[in-house]
């Protein structure tokens, strides 16, 4: 029996989504196109019809080309930019590259990536370096509140910063601009985790300034899984190496050669990046902003639509969120927090019964049940108006 799609946007048959269920979780994993995919088969074929020639004889080419074009996108010198798996790669491989003596001071927040925070934790045990949390609650009221409470925890023996562009659990676009002038002036280096951030809202790194900043291509640009970018500053690259040395050896320049070849990998991922930013900017008059306008648009839409419907509140501004936003849950029953290998109960039950993904899970301590509304081009307002209702049915009123 062929699946229809439910509530379906004009997009969304380009994406490989299954059409009977309603997937309301982009941001989690991203998700690929059709054509893209086909695409990543082309360059698949071209690597097993013959490797010697992809891998030595055509390859690098491809890698240097996929790297400006990229950096053109984020506004970057292609040189300060390499590819890696993943924004949790590229932060571990900032960190692990880095220098600690015991009593330098990491300074995360409270909304900082969980995985990443494991990375820092395991930092400091190893090093004796000691992890600061600056923290801030939701709502916010405005970007000026997260950068006050960040400059608030620096010390003097502050070292480095690890800040996210756009929170992953709360879906807020923090300020890092400022943040990351701000700890210039008090001798702090950043790493800006952008996990979130190419083909959500416009980016600068070069006007953002950080020393480190890293990126997932296959959220919002979506690309396959195995795409990212770190960039690094001219004068911090010294000192910074890839998880995996290999025939370059840790001494390469330019920097980018360090990170060329990190032993036999599939590099489709990373090739269709290129091909992905044309095909996402074809599909709309307008192209890329048109893309981040509309998802921005519908998104706070569904947000509203949560917070009229279950007597919620907005946990920022709208001009806080992007094509994501994180809304506070009022009592659905039980909270039995799952760790990062299970889902919600209530969030499976859903998923099992009406073959709809809606994010579910905890924040803060102590735990609050919350959900994160992520909109792309296959989603349509109406699929929020469907989760809202089944979610309802959930609600115990005090």
């Known amino acids: 029996m062929t699946q229809t799609y439910r509530f379906p946007s004009e997009y969304s048959h380009l994406w490989a989504?299954?059409?009977?269920?309603?997937?309301?979780?982009?941001?989690?994993?991203?998700?690929?196109?059709?054509?893209?995919?086909?695409?990543?088969?082309?360059?698949?074929?071209?690597?097993?019809?013959?490797?010697?020639?992809?891998?030595?004889?055509?390859?690098?080419?491809?890698?240097?080309?996929?790297?400006?074009?990229?950096?053109?996108?984020?506004?970057?010198?292609?040189?300060?930019?390499v590819f890696i798996q993943n924004a949790t790669a590229g932060v571990n491989t900032v960190f692990k590259s880095l220098h600690f003596e015991p009593g330098d001071e990491i300074l995360i927040t409270n909304h900082t990536y969980f995985a990443c925070r494991k990375l820092l934790e395991y930092i400091a045990e190893a090093t004796g370096a000691i992890l600061?949390?600056?923290?801030?609650?939701?709502?916010?009221?405005?970007?000026?509140?997260?950068?006050?409470?960040?400059?608030?925890?620096?010390?003097?023996?502050?070292?480095?910063?690890?800040?996210?562009?756009?929170?992953?659990?709360?879906?807020?676009?923090?300020?890092?601009?400022?943040?990351?002038?701000?700890?210039?002036?008090?001798?702090?280096?950043?790493?800006?985790?952008?996990?979130?951030?190419?083909?959500?809202i416009p980016l600068d790194i070069e006007s953002i300034g950080a020393a480190y900043y890293t990126a997932n291509c296959h959220k919002w640009l979506c690309s396959p899984k195995s795409a990212a970018i770190l960039h690094v500053?001219?004068?911090?690259?010294?000192?910074?190496?890839?998880?995996?040395?290999?025939?370059?050896?840790?001494?390469?320049?330019?920097?980018?050669?360090?990170?060329?070849?990190?032993?036999?990998?599939?590099?489709?991922?990373?090739?269709?990046?290129?091909d992905s930013i044309d095909y996402m900017a074809s599909l709309m008059p307008g192209g890329w902003d048109a893309i981040m306008k509309r998802n921005h648009e519908v998104c706070i839409q569904a947000r509203d639509l949560f917070c009229s419907e279950m007597g919620l509140l907005p946990?920022?501004?709208?001009?806080?969120?992007?094509?994501?936003?994180?809304?506070?849950?009022?009592?659905?029953?039980?909270?039995?927090?799952?760790?990062?290998?299970?889902?919600?109960?209530?969030?499976?039950?859903?998923?099992?019964?009406?073959?709809?993904?809606?994010?579910?899970?905890?924040w803060s301590q102590p735990p609050r049940r919350i959900t994160r509304l992520s909109v792309q081009l296959y989603n349509s307002p109406e699929q929020f108006s469907y989760a809202v209702r089944m979610l309802k049915q959930y609600y115990r009123p005090g």
């Open 17 to 81: 989504i299954e059409p009977g269920t309603i997937y309301l979780n982009h941001g989690s994993f991203g998700a690929c196109t059709k054509y893209i995919l086909n695409k990543q088969q082309e360059y698949r074929n071209m690597l097993e019809s013959q490797p010697m020639r992809f891998m030595v004889r055509q390859l690098e080419e491809m890698i240097h080309a996929a790297r400006e074009k990229v950096a053109a996108f984020v506004n970057s010198d292609p040189d300060d930019l």
């Open 132 to 200: 600061i949390e600056a923290t801030y609650d939701i709502p916010v009221s405005s970007p000026g509140l997260i950068t006050e409470a960040v400059l608030s925890a620096v010390s003097p023996k502050t070292k480095i910063a690890l800040i996210d562009h756009i929170t992953s659990a709360t879906a807020l676009i923090q300020p890092v601009k400022e943040i990351v002038r701000e700890l210039e002036k008090r001798g702090v280096d950043t790493m800006v985790d952008g996990a979130h951030v190419p083909g959500s």
């Open 233 to 274: 500053r001219k004068d911090k690259q010294k000192q910074i190496l890839p998880l995996i040395i290999s025939h370059a050896g840790h001494k390469a320049e330019p920097f980018a050669e360090r990170f060329f070849w990190q032993g036999t990998l599939d590099p489709s991922p990373i090739l269709c990046v290129t």
């Open 315 to 362: 946990s920022c501004p709208e001009e806080m969120n992007a094509g994501m936003s994180t809304i506070e849950l009022p009592d659905l029953g039980e909270m039995k927090p799952p760790d990062y290998k299970n889902c919600d109960a209530i969030q499976n039950e859903i998923y099992l019964k009406y073959s709809l993904e809606l994010p579910l899970w905890y």
